[in-house]
């Protein structure tokens, strides 16, 4: 079997694992638009508490201080 048609019939078999519409989640896009911002204004304000208590390990912002000047 050539190399391309195994990877087609793994690619096939992969594919066949996952949703076709991932949307399709019985939401309204109207209910879709409100759980995200509910989300994003969640992680927002844990961001901000955690700015306030100065949890600057987990932040993401990493800072390389050992550079040759």
Known sequence: MIQRER???RAQARAG???K???DDGL???QRRER????LQEKAARKAAQAVGGGKENSGDFKNNDKKK
């Open 7 to 9: 990877d087609r019939e």
């Open 17 to 19: 694992h996952k949703p």
């Open 21 to 23: 519409n991932p949307k």
């Open 28 to 30: 309204t896009p109207e």
């Open 36 to 39: 995200d911002a509910k989300a």
